[in-house]
Nanobody, 113 residues
């Protein structure tokens, strides 16, 4: 089992920045993929960005050039979000994937003036 703890959500004005962090604990494999997904009200959960321990990175087109995903080790992942827009408002979920997929509880990000 893997547990994920997220932090860093909140309320920010358009054009502002936030940083999300996630730490995994439990049975962690050194080769894995961690990342972030988001779900806005009335919409399906969608990929934001993922990064494998080998460095392979995937971004949604909507966040390219504004968001940056990073990892310090096999247990952590962070998402630096710049130039935030109202349409970025959603609950952001940390994900961990090896042979199984695990989710954090989610952290709310609200972009509003």
């Amino acid at each position: 089992q893997v547990q994920l703890v997220e932090s860093g959500g909140g309320l920010v004005q358009p054009g502002g920045s936030l940083r999300l962090s996630c730490t995994a604990s439990g049975l962690i494999f050194m080769i894995n993929t961690m990342g972030w997904y988001r779900q806005a009200p009335g919409k399906q959960r969608e990929l934001v960005a993922t990064m494998a321990t080998g460095g392979n990175t995937v971004y949604a087109d909507s966040v390219k050039g504004r968001f940056t995903i990073s990892r310090d080790n096999a247990k952590t992942v962070a998402l630096q979000m710049n130039s935030l827009k109202p349409e970025d408002t959603a609950v952001y979920f940390c994900s961990y994937r090896d042979a199984s997929n695990y989710w954090g509880q989610g952290t709310q990000v609200t972009v509003s003036s």
